[in-house]
């Protein structure tokens, strides 16, 4: 059996068992927050635990680095609908200890794709047409670094109010220890 039969078999008995029925919830974050973390698999389970949150709590927004790389691209997008559609009244970026973006190598992945068949033509077409790729394809030096950045991106938006908290946090990735590197509510002048 590949792996989508197995999901989808799962899938039945979840749905004939009612095994959905502890999880319902409406569209709204009872916590009124919005979390920007990481894709990595260790925080799947363990990132709501040790932030104490459960189905219907809060928004979360997914990516390689919890980075807001385009102050308009659909990062920002979703937390513009998030702030003035769905309730949700502080934001946290929450990067990770040991994170697969820190020295992210655009030249690494390059070759990767090349040795997946990726023809050196389309890199050099891509670049041609004004695709800046050395500034797309990286990540940051230091997670600190990275949860600054993206605090700040969301902090000084033009289209979010001045006194959104955007707290900046850094999770460890086996103890779920939080360490606070933006407190969003000194940043933002003691609002809330
Ligand atoms: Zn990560």
Redo the contacts with the bound molecule.
């Keep these: 059996m590949n792996l989508l039969d197995g999901i989808l078999n799962f899938n039945k008995r979840f749905v004939a068992e009612k095994a959905y029925e502890p999880f319902l919830t409406n569209a709204l974050p009872n916590k009124k927050l919005l979390i920007l973390t ?3 698999t260790r925080l799947v389970e363990l990132l709501p635990r040790a932030m104490d949150f459960r189905n219907g709590d809060v928004k979360i927004i997914k990516n ?3 980075l807001v790389t385009h102050p308009f691209g659909s990062v920002m997008r979703s937390i513009l609908v998030a702030v003035y559609s769905l309730d949700v009244h502080e934001i946290a970026v929450v ?2 200890h040991g ?3 820190t020295g992210l190598s655009c030249r690494d992945i390059l070759d990767k794709a090349l040795a997946a068949g990726v023809s050196p033509d389309t890199i050099t077409m891509l670049k041609h047409a004004g695709i800046e790729l050395e500034r797309w394809l990286v990540g940051f030096d230091q997670v600190q670094d990275g949860v600054q950045q993206s605090v700040e991106m969301i902090r000084t938006h033009p289209l979010l109010p001045q006194k959104l908290p955007v707290h900046g946090l850094i999770i460890h990735p086996e103890t779920g220890k939080l360490d606070v590197v933006v407190d969003g509510y000194k940043a933002a002048g003691g609002a809330v």
């Design positions: 990481c894709m990595d390689a680095g919890a990067g990770h994170c697969g973006m």
